[in-house]
Nanobody
């Protein structure tokens, strides 16, 4: 089976930085788009940033210029570098990847377990 394991969350002061990582493992044939989402209590999960296999990126207006998504295809890993963090960035961050497990299979979405990011004012 496929697993996405996140790391790098924690508590940081406003203005600080954190780097999240998400490593995919298991039966993987190909990883297509990868992304980061975040969610706060009582709100819907929102998209933070996406990256294609070729490295094309998009990010949400709320984080533009402060967060950078990247990936290492050789390691099946994606990253989210978060700079100039604000208290409103506090959330559980989830990684997402569209993965096919064999040549003839349709890709499907997989999710990490989530990692808490707390930004203190």
């Amino acid at each position: 089976q496929v697993q996405l394991v996140e790391s790098g969350g924690g508590l940081v002061q406003a203005g600080g930085s954190l780097r999240l990582s998400c490593a995919a493992s298991g039966r993987i044939f190909n990883i297509y788009d990868m992304a980061w989402y975040r969610q706060t209590p009582g709100k819907q999960r929102e998209l933070v940033a996406t990256i294609t296999r070729g490295g094309n990126t998009n990010d949400a207006d709320a984080v533009g210029g402060r967060f950078t998504i990247s990936r290492d295809n050789a390691k099946n890993t994606e990253y989210l570098q978060m700079n100039s963090l604000k208290p409103e960035d506090t959330a559980v961050y989830y990684c997402n990847a569209r993965i096919s497990i064999e040549y003839y299979s349709n890709p499907r979405d997989y999710w990490g377990q989530g990692t808490q990011v707390t930004v203190a004012s």
